[in-house]
C-alpha cells in the first residue's frame, strides 16, 4: 500500500495491543518490549530494501502515487530514506532502553504502541508527496507525542506539561491546516509537485507571503523556533527519559525538515523571503537556547534548551539553502540525534537511581557510576564540538556553508554561540563528574546491562562518526542533493501527465 | 450566490478568534474549544474553496481533507480531554493559572 516500512510499521503498530494482551495474560512483562525492537528491526530491513530500490530508481525518486494530481501520493528520495534510517534506529535504541526503563511502569503495551505509532508518524512525513499525507502523519506523529508526554499520568508534572504540550502543538496544526487550505485555494492542488508550479503561475503576493507566514509558524511551533518553543523544556524534561530522547532527538528535527522541504518545494518562488527569515529566526532560536540553558538547575531542561539552540544550527544551515549549507544540517541532525540521544538516556539512568533532575543533589553521579558517567562525559564533549568527535565536524561544516553562502554576520553569530555553549556543557562535566558525592548520589546503584548496552553503541558512534565522519558526510551529501532537486522531485509525479 | 471573499473572512475571523481564545482564557476546557474553533476555520475554508473551484461542481479533495481532518480533531480534543480530567483529580481546579509549577 505505503511502501513495505510504512506498512510493516503500521500493521506491526496495530497489532501490538494484541501482543501485549495475550503477554499480560501469560504473565510475561517484558514481551511488549521486545516485540517493539523486533518490529523495528524488521522496519528496518524493510527499509533497506527500499533503499535499494531508490538507488536504482530513475532520479532516485520512488512513488507510490493515486490519480495525480487530486490523489494522495508517497514520493521517497534519499533524502527520505536516510531521515527515516534515522528515526528508526533511534526509536531502536530508545525502545530496547525502555524495557528496563519502563518495567515499573503500567500501561507498556500502550507505551510501545504509541512508541511505534510516532515512529510511523515521523517516516511518513518525510515520505509524504503531497501536503495532505503528510499532514496525515503529521499528527499522527502529533498525537502519539501528546500521549506519550503525559504518560506517568499519576504525576502532576506531565500532565501540565503534556497539556501545554497540547495546546501549543495543535494550535501550530491548526495553523498548518489554514495555510493548506489557502493553498488549496489557489491551485486547486496539494500536491507538492503540482503546487510549485501553481503558485508561480497566478496567485497574488499577499495571499503567497500570508500563507508562507502561516506555515513557518505552523511548523515552527513544532520545530521549537523561538517565540515558539516553550512547550519543548516542559514536554521533554516531564516526559519519560526514553521518549525526552526521542521528542529531542529526532521528532523535533522532523518539523524543521518538513518546514525545509515545504519551503523548498512549494514556496520556491518567494526564496528571498523566507531564507533571511529563517536565518534571523535560527539566531534567536541559538542564542535563546543557549542563554536559558545557562540558568538551569535542572539536567533534563538543561538538556531541552541545549536541543533548541541545535535546532538553531540546524535551522540556520537550512537557511543558506545551498548545498553545502543542506548537508551540514543534515549531518548536524544525524550526529545531534546521537549525541542527544546518549546524554538523555544517560540522564534517564541517573533520574532512575537516583529518583531526583535537580543538578544540586546528582553532584558526583559519575563516580557512583563510572559507566555511565563517561558515556555521559562522550556525550557532553561530542555536544560540545571538541574535536575528534562527531559534533565538531558538523557544527564547523555549518559555519563554512554559511560563510560561503555569504551570510557572515550570521556565521559570527553562530560561532559565539557555539563558544558560549561550551560553558555550560563544562559545567555539566564537572557537576557530573569531578565533584564529590552528594548524599543523594551515593546511595544510587550501577545502572543494569539492558540499559548500558544502547548507551554504550551510542558513545561508540559519537567516536566512530568524529574520527571516521568521512561515509556519514557522504550519505548527507547525497540526501541534500535530492532535497535541492526539485525538477526530478516534480518530474516524477507529474511526468505522466 | 454569497462571493467566495465572505466566506474567507469568516475563517479568519474564526481563526483570530480561537487564538485569542487560547490566550486568553483561563478554564482548560475553553482551550479545549479554542483548539476546536481554530481547526473549523481551516475547516471552513477548506469547504468554501472546494465548493467554489468551478460551478455546478464541488472539487472532492477538499472534502476529503475535511473529513479526515474532522476526525483527527476529535482525537485531539478526547486526548485534551483526558489529560484535563486528570489535572482535574490533580488540582480540584480547571484553571491553567493554578497549575503554573513549570518554571520558564
Known amino acids: 500500500m505505503f511502501t513495505p516500512p510504512l506498512d510493516a510499521l503500521l500493521m506491526l503498530m496495530v497489532a501490538t495491543p494484541a501482543v501485549g494482551w495475550v503477554a499480560y495474560k501469560k504473565g510475561y512483562r517484558k514481551v511488549p518490549g521486545i516485540y517493539a525492537s523486533a518490529s523495528l528491526l524488521v522496519a528496518a530491513y524493510f527499509l533497506y530494501g527500499l533503499y535499494k530500490e531508490v538507488e536504482v530508481a530513475e532520479n532516485g525518486i520512488v512513488t507510490r502515487a493515486f490519480d495525480i494530481p487530486l490523489g494522495a501520493c508517497l514520493e521517497i528520495d534519499f533524502f527520505s530514506v536516510f531521515m527515516a534510517f534515522l528515526y528508526i534506529i533511534i526509536g531502536l535504541f530508545a525502545t530496547v532502553y525502555s524495557i528496563k526503563f519502563m518495567e515499573r511502569d503500567s500501561g507498556l503495551t500502550e507505551y510501545y504502541t504509541l512508541m511505534l505509532g510516532m515512529i510511523a508518524g515521523m517516516t511518513g512525513i518525510v515520505f509524504a508527496g503531497d501536503f495532505f499525507t503528510l499532514f496525515v502523519f503529521w499528527e499522527l506523529m502529533c498525537l502519539t507525542s501528546y500521549a506519550l508526554v503525559a504518560f506517568r499520568k499519576q504525576k502532576w508534572e506531565p500532565i501540565e506539561a503534556g497539556f501545554k504540550y497540547l495546546i501549543m502543538s495543535a494550535a501550530g496544526s491548526a495553523t498548518i491546516l489554514l495555510a493548506m487550505s489557502f493553498l488549496y485555494g489557489m491551485t486547486g492542488t496539494l500536491n507538492f509537485a503540482a503546487l510549485a508550479d501553481g503558485l508561480t503561475a497566478a496567485t497574488s503576493e499577499g495571499w503567497l507571503y500570508i500563507t508562507l507566514a502561516l506555515v513557518i509558524v505552523g511548523f515552527g511551533v513544532k520545530a521549537a523556533i523561538v517565540p515558539f518553543h516553550t512547550w519543548l523544556p516542559d514536554a521533554h524534561s516531564a516526559a519519560p527519559s526514553p521518549i525526552s530522547a526521542m521528542l529531542s532527538g529526532v521528532m523535533v528535527q522532523t518539523g524543521a525538515c518538513a518546514l525545509v522541504r515545504v519551503l523548498l518545494l512549494v514556496f520556491n518562488s518567494a526564496q528571498p523571503a523566507w531564507q533571511m527569515t529563517l536565518a534571523v529566526f535560527a539566531v ?3 542564542f535563546g537556547g543557549n542563554l536559558m540553558a545557562l540558568l538551569q538547575d535542572d539536567l533534563k531542561r538543561l538538556l531541552a534548551f541545549s536541543t533548541i539552540a541545535n535546532l538553531g544550527y540546524i535551522i540556520f544551515g537550512f537557511a543558506t539553502v545551498s548545498h553545502d549549507g543542506l ?13 542527544k540521544t546518549l546524554l538523555f538516556l544517560c540522564a534517564g539512568a541517573f533520574i532512575r537511581q537516583t529518583k531526583t533532575r535537580d543538578l544540586r543533589k546528582l553532584r558526583g553521579i559519575g563516580k ?8 555521559f ?12 568527535l562527531n559534533g565538531f565536524w558538523s557544527e564547523m561544516m555549518i559555519i563554512a556553508a554559511g560563510v560561503r553562502a555569504e551570510m557572515i554576520i550570521f556565521s559570527t553569530l553562530t560561532l559565539a554561540n557555539m563558544a558560549l555553549s561550551v560553558v555550560y556543557y563544562f559545567r555539566l562535566i564537572r557537576i557530573i563528574i569531578l565533584e564529590e558525592p552528594t548524599k543523594v548520589s551515593k546511595r544510587a546503584t550501577k545502572a543494569p546491562v539492558s540499559m548500558l548496552i544502547p548507551l554504550l553503541i551510542l558513545a561508540f558512534l559519537c567516536v566512530f562518526i568524529g574520527v571516521y565522519p568521512g561515509p556519514f558526510i557522504g550519505a548527507s551529501s547525497k540526501a541534500a542533493e535530492a532535497l535541492l532537486n526539485i525538477e526530478a522531485y516534480a518530474d516524477a509525479v507529474l511526468g505522466g501527465l | 450566490m454569497i462571493s467566495l471573499n465572505y466566506y474567507i473572512a469568516c475563517a479568519v475571523a474564526l481563526y483570530i478568534i480561537g487564538m485569542y481564545c487560547l490566550a486568553s482564557k483561563r478554564n482548560m476546557i475553553k482551550l479545549v474549544m479554542g483548539i476546536e474553533i481554530l481547526v473549523n476555520a481551516a475547516h471552513l475554508s477548506f469547504v468554501a474553496f472546494s465548493a467554489y473551484r468551478s460551478v455546478g461542481y464541488i472539487d472532492p479533495l477538499g472534502h476529503a481533507i475535511v473529513i479526515m481532518s474532522i476526525g483527527f480533531a476529535g482525537c485531539i480534543t478526547a486526548l485534551a480531554l483526558t489529560i484535563v480530567t486528570y489535572a482535574y483529580k490533580h488540582y480540584k481546579t480547571l484553571d491553567v493559572r493554578k497549575l503554573r509549577r513549570l518554571r520558564w
Open chain 1, 327 to 339: 548537508t551540514a544540517s543534515l549531518f548536524h541532525i544525524t550526529n545531534h540525534a546521537i549525541m
Open chain 1, 377 to 388: 562525559a562522550i556525550g557532553t564533549i561530542a555536544i560540545a564540538a571538541f574535536p575528534p
Open chain 1, 284 to 286: 534567536f532560536t541559538m
Open chain 1, 368 to 375: 557512583i557510576m563510572p559507566v555511565t558517567g563517561v558515556f
